[in-house]
T-cell receptor, first 113, second 112 residues
Framework: ETGVTQSPTHLIKTRGQQVTLRCSSQ?????VSWYQQALGQGPQFIFQ???????GRGNFPPRFSGLQFPNYSSELNVNALELDDSALYLC????????????FGPGTRLTVL | LAKTTQPISMDSYEGQEVNITCSHN???????ITWYQQFPSQGPRFIIQ???TKVTNEVASLFIPADRKSSTLSLPRVSLSDTAVYYC?????????????FGTGTLLAVQP
């Protein structure tokens, strides 16, 4: 069974730039969720994708967007990066009917300078 | 989603049993209780989930009293590698709930 993978592991960007983070879900999982985790805080829900459509969104502005592909992999895109976007971005996969049992990837550490 | 309250930090020594209690006074009938563990710079890892009474797996036990307004995660004979942040979450596993709501968790520090 393949676990959740994310790429890249680390990324440095400057303010105003755009970034794309990638996630491959665990084999057989059809639901992908993205979280942002600032230092010393718990993960904060960004949005969730199921059947290639956004299915729920947290308190994040529209410059945070995503995609889910037919193979259930997913992308998180962030436009017009701000310094406060510096965080660990976590992807989690699950089955639709077991959404509170999510399997997390190792995360992408994004630093915005 | 029911809000949860847990201690900010706990200290223990190797070989001891550690119990972390979480309060969730507003838990709904359909809600399950789930615990996650997170090591620094890693994603959270599912530990255990339960609805009522007691659940045990190879990693931990989860005790839930009859009123379900609290739960206790029990880690038997902790080791240094159990030093991590532990999160308690409450939600409806198969319902319309889309997101996991994490608090700040409990930082468990295990000392030799």
């Amino acid at each position: 069974e393949t676990g959740v993978t994310q790429s890249p592991t680390h990324l440095i960007k400057t303010r105003g730039q755009q970034v794309t983070l990638r996630c491959s879900s665990q084999s057989g999982h059809n639901t992908v969720s993205w979280y942002q985790q600032a230092l010393g805080q718990g993960p904060q829900f960004i949005f969730q994708y199921y059947r290639e459509e956004e299915n729920g969104r947290g308190n994040f502005p529209p410059r945070f967007s995503g995609l889910q592909f037919p193979n259930y992999s997913s992308e998180l895109n962030v436009n017009a990066l701000e310094l406060d976007d510096s965080a660990l971005y976590l992807c989690a996969s699950s089955l639709w009917n077991q959404k509170d049992t999510q399997y997390f990837g190792p995360g992408t550490r994004l630093t915005v300078l | 989603l029911a809000k949860t309250t847990q201690p900010i930090s706990m200290d223990s020594y190797e070989g001891q049993e550690v119990n972390i209690t979480c309060s969730h006074n507003n838990i709904a009938t359909n809600d399950y209780i789930t615990w996650y563990q997170q090591f620094p710079s890693q994603g959270p890892r599912f530990i255990i989930q339960g609805y009522k009474t007691k659940v045990t797996n190879e990693v931990a036990s989860l005790f839930i009293p009859a009123d379900r307004k609290s739960s206790t995660l029990s880690l038997p004979r902790v080791s240094l590698s159990d030093t991590a942040v532990y999160y308690c979450l409450v939600g409806d596993a198969g319902g319309a709930t889309n997101k996991l709501i994490f608090g700040t968790g409990t930082l468990l520090a295990v000392q030799p």
